[in-house]
């Protein structure tokens, strides 16, 4: 799928430096800084999600203490 975009002068010529600086192409920058970026997007919209679960008495919670018993990991 071709999308395009439209970046900052300053964010072109970054991009431009280190894809000359390294031999590799933009696009592959882009996909890389794509690619990072959903990730911690997927990661904070999960972890907001479970929150709000929290909060709301949807999903249960459990103290460290209760854990490590649980788990034979006591002191």
Not at 33 to 48: F, G, K, P, R, S
């Amino acid at each position: 799928m071709a999308t395009s975009i439209r970046l900052p002068a300053e964010l072109e010529q970054r991009l431009d430096d280190l894809a000359a600086r390294t031999g590799r192409t933009k696009a592959f920058y882009l996909r890389q800084a794509i690619a990072e970026y959903l990730d911690d997007m997927e990661d904070l919209y999960l972890a907001e999600k479970e929150l709000q679960a929290v909060r709301e008495g949807a999903s249960p919670i459990y103290l460290l203490e209760e854990v490590m018993r649980v788990h034979g990991v006591d002191d």
